[in-house]
């Protein structure tokens, strides 16, 4: 009760309400009904530019413009009129200036209750009006955003009833506007989904953060999105209204859920491969590393990825390795292989190859880098074992050639030895046989000598008895001639009986003083029928006269026959235009040369050392004793026989005999002393 009495009570004083109104923050006028001023409020003074002080007895309609104070007269007549309030917005408009105003007017009354004067109240609204037609504009633009966007976008209330759908909610829901306009739509969210969502966007809640997050949304048929949800605050910071927008995410799920299945798919075959397949990010970090890794190093792939393999590499390699990565991610290469040693499981370092390469995007962007490292630690250790097998094989087969080479040419050697052995076995074998043929025929001529000796003598006692009585005859000298002749011949074959005898018995012949001149014309008379008889010819060409020697008569006679019937016998069958035997005598101071010369076949080469061999022969009823018999007996007067081919085709056979000192010493194997000169 006290305290109800210390109240005081309202008393309003015209100066109190004056001081209100002029202090009043909005603009507030009261004016009698000439127009003229009676109170103002300072807005009012700074609407009209003059002072408050100087607002009083002003004309309101000589402040305001011509049309506006026309238009103020005329409400000023209606109120007047109608005593009644008016409220209304008027658009004002002042030079370059143009205002709307909410303007209220109501009558003053004095205490009789007549109308003495109008009180004018208004706001300029232009500010409300101009942010009214920026929402109206915004509200256009989000429509037509939303229209467009392939974002589904919704707006609601606080009380979570939709307000607006745009065609993709639409799409993703396959719910239409329709159907959810005015309705609250959380009821289409799992219960979950629906409490979390609730729990954030709550009545009460101020400075909501906004939510985002990943749920199915059942529409006509269920579909996972991305919700997100915003407040539109007002100033004090309450909720008005939440815009949402959904992200469909249900293909972009399956192409996730496709991509993991790849990349588990792609985990199990690289398990599988026995190679580390890993990938190199563009900025060198390693993004993927396959089981295999821990096969080679036994530490986990994972503890590899980002740049934990390096620590694996050996410290020498890592430079190396770096710098070839390197290259594939500046694009200095395409791919590259090289070899590195790796920490092995067992603590030991492993030889591995790399081969990598660039990985691109479908665009043709560098991505980074994908490889595979193989451990070759095996294959080294065996490359290295087959190369020192090649190594010590190759020394072993070159020690084996070298033996090979060495015992071959110990065996060429040998068999050139034993060809040499077998050559002089066959040279040795021969002359044995010549040896023995040579005693056989020494054998056959003496033996024959002896059996021929008998008839000879016969034949010559019998020529004896006939020339006894063929003396007696007259004309006898064809006869007598003929059978001295006879005689001749017949001491001449017993003559080479005898030598024959004593050559096979001693080897040794008598030397008589003898004219070699002679013999060569006694041979060639002897034999001239005969080389008359084959359509040939004997001549006889001699530098002297007579030319005596001291030697076997017998033996050179034998000699010349022999080689003057070779001679004939190497021409018959043979086409030559001058068919002649040539025996020439050539005396020198110290020698004397026979040679016959004829014009015949000639020898062949490979037959000449054979020539003068005993039994060589070419003719089918030759003996080959001839030359060889020659022979001897020329060199058993210290002479030479010799073989000479002719220029154009025949043979020279040449008879060379020295001239000996007559001395007892110098008596010769033969028994043949030189001659005295
Ligand atoms: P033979 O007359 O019984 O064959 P030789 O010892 O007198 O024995 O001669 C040996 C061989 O030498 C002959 O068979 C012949 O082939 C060759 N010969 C000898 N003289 C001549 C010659 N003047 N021209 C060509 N060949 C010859």
Not at 364 to 373: C, D, I, P, S, W
Not at 396 to 409: I, M
Not at 552 to 573: C, E, H, P
Request: hydrophobic letters at 35%.
């Amino acid at each position: 009760m006290d305290n109800e009495k210390t109240i005081p009570t309202l008393e309003l004083s015209v100066e109190l309400l004056s001081e209100a109104i002029r202090s009043f923050p909005e603009a507030i006028l009261i004016k009698n009904l000439r127009g003229e001023i009676i109170l103002g409020s300072k807005h009012v003074a700074d609407f009209f530019g003059v002072s408050i002080e100087d607002l009083p007895g002003k004309n309101v309609y000589d402040l305001l413009p011509q049309k506006i104070s026309e238009t103020v007269r005329a409400k000023m007549k209606w109120i007047e009129t109608n005593r009644q309030s008016d409220v209304s917005e008027e658009i004002w408009e002042f030079e370059h200036d143009t205002r709307t105003l909410l303007v209220s007017r109501a009558p003053v009354r004095n205490p009789r209750g007549e109308v003495v004067g109008v009180m004018t109240g208004y706001r300029n609204i232009s500010p409300i009006k101009q942010a009214f037609a920026l929402y109206e504009q915004n509200q256009h633009r989000f429509v037509t955003l939303a229209k467009t966007c392939p974002v589904g976008i919704f707006e609601c209330n606080p009380f979570h009833q939709v307000t607006y759908v745009n065609p993709e909610w639409e799409r993703i829901t396959g719910v239409p506007s329709a159907d959810i306009l005015g309705k609250e739509w959380l009821g289409m969210l799992s219960a979950d989904h629906q409490l979390r969502v609730q729990t954030i966007l709550g009545p009460s809640e101020t400075n909501r953060p906004s939510i985002s997050v990943d749920c199915l949304v059942r529409g006509k048929d269920q579909r996972w999105v991305e919700l997100s949800i915003n407040h539109c605050l007002h100033e004090d910071g309450n909720s008005v209204s939440y815009i949402g927008s959904m992200v469909d995410l249900t293909s972009r799920l399956e192409a996730q859920k496709q991509m993991e299945e790849q990349v588990n798919l792609m985990r199990e075959l690289t398990s599988a491969v026995p190679a580390i397949i890993w990938q190199l990010s563009l900025d060198g970090r390693c993004i993927f590393i396959s089981d295999h890794w821990r096969a080679v190093t036994g530490s986990s792939p994972q503890d590899a990825i980002r740049d934990g393999w390096i620590e694996s590499v050996h410290p020498d390699d890592r430079s190396a390795v770096k710098m070839n990565l390197g290259e594939l991610l500046s694009s200095r290469k395409q791919n590259c292989s090289f070899e590195c040693r790796l920490l092995g499981s067992a603590r030991d370092w492993r030889w591995t190859l790399v081969e990598a390469q660039q990985i691109h995007s479908m665009e043709g962007e560098l991505r980074g880098v994908v490889g595979n490292t193989i451990d070759i630690t095996e294959r080294k250790k065996a490359q290295q074992s087959l190369l020192e097998l090649n190594t010590s094989l190759e020394q072993r087969v070159l020690e084996r050639t070298q033996a090979l080479l060495q015992s071959n040419e110990a065996l060429k050697i040998e068999i050139e030895h034993r060809r040499h052995t077998e050559e002089m076995l066959e040279e040795k074998r021969a002359e044995l046989d010549h040896v023995e043929r040579l005693s056989l025929a020494g054998q056959l001529s003496g033996e024959l000598a002896h059996e021929l000796n008998q008839p000879l003598n016969a034949i010559q006692n019998y020529v004896g008895s006939l020339s006894l009585l063929v003396s007696n005859l007259p004309q006898n000298d064809s006869a007598v001639r003929i059978l001295g002749q006879l005689n001749k011949e017949i001491s001449r074959a017993a003559k080479i009986i005898k030598r024959t005898r004593d050559f096979v018995s001693t080897g040794k012949h008598q030397p008589e003083q003898i004219d070699i001149c002679e013999i060569i014309l006694d041979t060639a008379a002897m034999l001239k029928g005969e080389a008359r008889r084959r359509g040939m010819q004997i001549q006889v060409k001699m530098d002297s006269q007579t030319s005596p020697f001291l030697g076997d008569k017998v033996g050179l006679q034998q000699v010349l026959v022999n080689l003057v019937l070779n001679a004939i016998d190497a021409m018959v069958g043979h086409v030559a235009s001058d068919k002649t035997v040539l025996v020439e005598l050539i005396t020198q101071s110290d020698r004397i040369v026979i040679a016959v010369r004829d014009t015949g076949s000639g020898v062949p080469e490979s037959e000449v050392k054979k020539l003068f061999e005993a039994f060589f022969t070419t003719k089918t009823t030759g003996l080959g004793m001839g030359l060889a018999i020659s022979q001897r007996i020329i060199e058993s007067h210290r002479g030479t026989l010799r073989y000479e081919p002719r220029e154009n085709s025949g043979s020279s056979f040449v008879i060379e005999l020295p001239f000996l000192e007559k001395s007892s010493n110098e008596r010769n194997a033969s028994g043949i002393t030189a001659k005295s000169s």
